[in-house]
């Protein structure tokens, strides 16, 4: 499944808007504020489940900003 994205400062950011992560975590925005930058896709599978209302209650927790210093921290890799 490929994951399209207009956040074009994100590290996993890619020409035509796609996204080049290995694999991405999108999580309620009350999570995406208290998680760790650790706290990735990789985490998920023990993560419990954070249901909301409206998509504008939710984030992507893979993004980081390019040249960012954490953005090894959470293991998650850039394809190509
Ligand atoms: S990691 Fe998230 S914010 Fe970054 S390009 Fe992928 S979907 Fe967009």
């Excluded at 991405?24 to 985490?43: G, H, K, N, P, Y």
């Amino acid at each position: 499944m490929a994951v399209m994205c207009t956040v074009s400062n994100c590290h996993y950011w890619g020409p035509g808007n796609k996204c080049d992560a290995s694999s991405i975590l999108i999580v309620s925005d009350a999570l995406a504020d208290e998680a760790t930058d650790r706290f990735d896709a990789v985490q998920a599978v023990d993560a419990e489940p954070t249901p909301v209302d409206t998509c504008m209650a939710t984030a992507c927790k893979t993004f980081v900003k390019r040249d960012d210093p954490a953005i090894t921290d959470d293991h998650i890799t850039k394809r190509l």
